[in-house]
Protein backbone atom coordinates (compact mmCIF):
# COMPACT_ATOMS: atom_id res chain seq x y z
CA UNK A 1 0.00 0.00 0.00
CA UNK A 2 1.26 3.45 -0.35
CA UNK A 3 3.10 5.02 2.30
CA UNK A 4 3.25 8.86 3.64
CA UNK A 5 3.72 10.55 0.57
CA UNK A 6 5.30 14.58 0.49
CA UNK A 7 5.53 17.37 -1.92
CA UNK A 8 7.68 18.90 -3.35
CA UNK A 9 10.78 16.65 -2.82
CA UNK A 10 12.89 19.84 -2.88
CA UNK A 11 12.12 23.30 -3.12
CA UNK A 12 14.80 26.55 -3.27
CA UNK A 13 12.78 29.80 -2.25
CA UNK A 14 14.12 33.23 -1.60
CA UNK A 15 14.17 34.82 1.73
CA UNK A 16 10.90 36.34 2.35
CA UNK A 17 8.74 34.52 0.01
CA UNK A 18 6.06 32.00 1.58
CA UNK A 19 6.08 28.56 0.52
CA UNK A 20 3.29 25.47 1.29
CA UNK A 21 4.50 22.31 1.81
CA UNK A 22 2.19 18.99 1.61
CA UNK A 23 1.71 15.91 3.44
CA UNK A 24 -0.19 12.92 2.22
CA UNK A 25 -0.83 10.88 5.27
CA UNK A 26 -1.58 6.90 4.76
CA UNK A 27 -5.32 6.34 4.43
CA UNK A 28 -6.86 5.40 7.74
CA UNK A 29 -4.36 6.91 9.61
CA UNK A 30 -5.90 10.10 11.80
CA UNK A 31 -2.66 11.40 13.56
CA UNK A 32 -0.64 13.52 11.59
CA UNK A 33 2.95 14.94 12.93
CA UNK A 34 5.51 17.38 11.22
CA UNK A 35 9.08 17.57 12.16
CA UNK A 36 12.33 19.47 11.08
CA UNK A 37 15.34 18.32 10.46
CA UNK A 38 17.95 21.03 10.53
CA UNK A 39 21.95 19.95 9.84
CA UNK A 40 23.15 18.51 11.98
CA UNK A 41 20.45 18.57 14.09
CA UNK A 42 18.20 15.70 15.33
CA UNK A 43 14.48 15.98 14.45
CA UNK A 44 12.62 18.68 16.13
CA UNK A 45 8.97 18.00 16.88
CA UNK A 46 7.05 21.18 15.38
CA UNK A 47 2.61 20.23 15.35
CA UNK A 48 0.65 17.23 15.45
CA UNK A 49 -3.48 16.91 14.41
CA UNK A 50 -5.61 14.23 15.64
CA UNK A 51 -8.22 14.41 12.60
CA UNK A 52 -8.59 18.25 11.78
CA UNK A 53 -7.32 19.11 15.23
CA UNK A 54 -4.10 20.39 16.29
CA UNK A 55 -4.04 19.49 20.19
CA UNK A 56 -0.30 20.49 20.11
CA UNK A 57 1.41 23.47 18.17
CA UNK A 58 4.43 23.84 20.81
CA UNK A 59 7.07 23.10 18.57
CA UNK A 60 6.23 25.71 16.23
CA UNK A 61 8.98 28.30 15.98
CA UNK A 62 7.74 31.32 15.32
CA UNK A 63 4.30 32.98 14.44
CA UNK A 64 5.40 32.79 10.70
CA UNK A 65 4.89 28.61 10.64
CA UNK A 66 1.23 27.28 10.60
CA UNK A 67 -0.67 24.11 9.66
CA UNK A 68 -3.53 22.78 8.61
CA UNK A 69 -5.10 19.63 7.81
CA UNK A 70 -8.54 19.12 5.68
CA UNK A 71 -10.79 16.34 5.81
CA UNK A 72 -8.75 14.20 8.09
CA UNK A 73 -6.12 13.73 5.52
CA UNK A 74 -3.70 15.91 3.64
CA UNK A 75 -2.14 18.32 5.82
CA UNK A 76 -0.22 21.44 4.41
CA UNK A 77 2.57 23.34 6.62
CA UNK A 78 3.46 27.45 5.50
CA UNK A 79 6.10 28.97 6.26
CA UNK A 80 5.66 32.63 5.60
CA UNK A 81 7.94 35.29 4.70
CA UNK A 82 11.08 32.53 4.85
CA UNK A 83 14.30 33.07 6.79
CA UNK A 84 17.72 31.34 6.18
CA UNK A 85 17.45 29.42 9.37
CA UNK A 86 14.09 27.80 8.21
CA UNK A 87 16.44 25.48 5.76
CA UNK A 88 16.28 22.18 6.80
CA UNK A 89 14.58 19.29 6.07
CA UNK A 90 10.04 19.42 6.86
CA UNK A 91 9.69 15.83 7.87
CA UNK A 92 6.25 14.46 7.89
CA UNK A 93 4.25 11.26 9.66
CA UNK A 94 0.99 9.44 10.33
CA UNK A 95 -0.18 7.01 12.23
CA UNK A 96 -3.27 5.12 12.87
CA UNK A 97 -4.23 7.66 16.15
CA UNK A 98 -2.50 9.31 18.88
CA UNK A 99 -3.78 9.93 22.36
CA UNK A 100 -2.49 9.26 26.46
CA UNK A 101 -1.16 5.56 27.12
CA UNK A 102 -1.13 4.24 22.60
CA UNK A 103 1.67 3.34 20.79
CA UNK A 104 0.90 3.36 17.42
CA UNK A 105 3.79 3.33 15.12
CA UNK A 106 4.67 6.69 13.43
CA UNK A 107 5.54 6.30 9.44
CA UNK A 108 7.77 8.89 7.79
CA UNK A 109 7.49 10.16 4.49
CA UNK A 110 10.54 11.02 2.48
CA UNK A 111 10.82 14.55 3.58
CA UNK A 112 10.78 18.31 1.47
CA UNK A 113 14.27 19.84 1.73
CA UNK A 114 13.81 23.39 1.94
CA UNK A 115 16.69 25.24 0.49
CA UNK A 116 16.20 29.64 1.83
CA UNK A 117 18.45 31.71 -0.18
CA UNK B 1 10.01 17.74 29.52
CA UNK B 2 12.10 14.45 28.33
CA UNK B 3 15.84 14.88 26.77
CA UNK B 4 17.31 12.09 24.39
CA UNK B 5 20.85 12.55 24.21
CA UNK B 6 23.40 10.28 21.67
CA UNK B 7 26.87 11.05 22.60
CA UNK B 8 28.44 9.30 19.63
CA UNK B 9 28.23 11.55 16.39
CA UNK B 10 29.78 9.36 14.15
CA UNK B 11 30.76 5.65 14.48
CA UNK B 12 32.60 2.93 12.17
CA UNK B 13 32.66 -0.30 11.96
CA UNK B 14 34.13 -3.22 9.74
CA UNK B 15 31.32 -5.21 7.83
CA UNK B 16 30.19 -8.84 9.60
CA UNK B 17 31.64 -7.08 13.12
CA UNK B 18 29.39 -5.73 16.09
CA UNK B 19 29.01 -2.11 16.72
CA UNK B 20 27.07 -0.71 19.82
CA UNK B 21 25.21 2.90 19.48
CA UNK B 22 24.61 4.46 22.53
CA UNK B 23 21.78 6.64 23.78
CA UNK B 24 20.93 7.83 27.65
CA UNK B 25 17.40 9.93 28.21
CA UNK B 26 15.96 11.43 31.21
CA UNK B 27 12.00 11.49 31.99
CA UNK B 28 10.24 11.77 35.20
CA UNK B 29 7.48 9.13 33.66
CA UNK B 30 7.35 5.47 34.89
CA UNK B 31 5.62 3.96 31.49
CA UNK B 32 6.83 4.75 27.57
CA UNK B 33 8.07 3.88 24.37
CA UNK B 34 11.42 3.67 23.42
CA UNK B 35 13.17 4.09 19.65
CA UNK B 36 15.75 3.60 17.47
CA UNK B 37 15.05 4.47 13.84
CA UNK B 38 17.43 4.32 10.77
CA UNK B 39 17.64 7.20 8.39
CA UNK B 40 19.78 6.48 4.56
CA UNK B 41 20.84 8.94 2.34
CA UNK B 42 17.40 8.46 0.63
CA UNK B 43 16.07 10.46 4.03
CA UNK B 44 13.40 7.81 4.37
CA UNK B 45 12.76 7.26 8.24
CA UNK B 46 12.45 3.46 9.10
CA UNK B 47 11.83 1.89 12.39
CA UNK B 48 14.45 -0.19 13.41
CA UNK B 49 13.49 -1.36 17.22
CA UNK B 50 11.53 -0.46 19.79
CA UNK B 51 11.16 -1.10 23.62
CA UNK B 52 8.24 -0.88 25.86
CA UNK B 53 9.34 0.76 28.99
CA UNK B 54 7.11 -1.62 31.38
CA UNK B 55 9.08 -4.94 29.34
CA UNK B 56 12.27 -6.00 31.15
CA UNK B 57 13.16 -7.90 28.17
CA UNK B 58 15.20 -6.60 25.84
CA UNK B 59 13.64 -6.04 22.28
CA UNK B 60 15.47 -8.32 19.37
CA UNK B 61 14.64 -7.63 15.55
CA UNK B 62 16.90 -10.05 13.74
CA UNK B 63 20.81 -8.79 13.67
CA UNK B 64 19.38 -5.83 15.75
CA UNK B 65 19.22 -6.05 19.75
CA UNK B 66 18.77 -3.92 22.68
CA UNK B 67 20.49 -2.99 25.99
CA UNK B 68 17.74 -1.61 27.67
CA UNK B 69 18.34 -0.39 31.35
CA UNK B 70 15.73 1.44 32.77
CA UNK B 71 17.48 2.53 36.40
CA UNK B 72 20.15 4.15 34.52
CA UNK B 73 17.99 5.35 31.94
CA UNK B 74 20.29 3.90 28.93
CA UNK B 75 18.87 2.46 25.59
CA UNK B 76 22.04 0.94 23.39
CA UNK B 77 21.49 -0.37 19.98
CA UNK B 78 23.41 -3.16 19.27
CA UNK B 79 24.02 -4.47 15.48
CA UNK B 80 25.47 -7.55 14.73
CA UNK B 81 27.27 -9.18 11.99
CA UNK B 82 26.93 -5.52 10.22
CA UNK B 83 26.78 -5.10 6.73
CA UNK B 84 26.86 -2.34 4.08
CA UNK B 85 23.18 -1.44 4.01
CA UNK B 86 23.36 -0.64 7.44
CA UNK B 87 25.34 2.70 6.84
CA UNK B 88 22.79 5.30 7.64
CA UNK B 89 22.21 7.75 10.37
CA UNK B 90 20.35 6.40 13.43
CA UNK B 91 18.32 8.02 15.70
CA UNK B 92 17.32 7.50 19.42
CA UNK B 93 13.48 8.12 20.06
CA UNK B 94 11.54 8.76 23.10
CA UNK B 95 7.30 8.49 23.17
CA UNK B 96 6.07 9.31 26.75
CA UNK B 97 2.47 8.79 28.08
CA UNK B 98 0.97 11.60 25.94
CA UNK B 99 1.13 9.13 23.00
CA UNK B 100 2.00 12.13 20.63
CA UNK B 101 5.24 13.83 19.82
CA UNK B 102 8.47 11.87 19.80
CA UNK B 103 11.81 13.22 21.26
CA UNK B 104 14.65 12.31 18.93
CA UNK B 105 18.24 12.08 19.67
CA UNK B 106 20.80 14.09 17.44
CA UNK B 107 22.11 11.20 15.62
CA UNK B 108 24.83 8.84 15.08
CA UNK B 109 26.36 8.67 11.63
CA UNK B 110 27.22 4.63 11.29
CA UNK B 111 29.51 3.63 8.43
CA UNK B 112 30.12 0.16 7.70
CA UNK B 113 32.89 -0.63 6.12
CA UNK B 114 33.84 -3.25 2.91
Known amino acids: GAGVSQSPSNKVTEKGKDVELRCDPI?????LYWYRQSLGQGLEFLIY????????KSGLPSDRFSAERTGGSVSTLTIQRTQQEDSAVYLC???????????????FGPGTRLTVT | AQTVTQSQPEMSVQEAETVTLSCTYD???????LFWYKQPPSRQMILVIR??????QNATENRFSVNFQKAAKSFSLKISDSQLGDTAMYFC???????????FGTGTRLAVRP
Open chain 1, 27 to 31: SGHTA
Open chain 2, 27 to 33: TSENNYY
Open chain 2, 51 to 56: QEAYKQ
Open chain 1, 49 to 56: FQGNSAPD
Open chain 2, 93 to 103: AFLGSSGDKLT
Open chain 1, 93 to 107: ASSLMSGRGLFNEQY
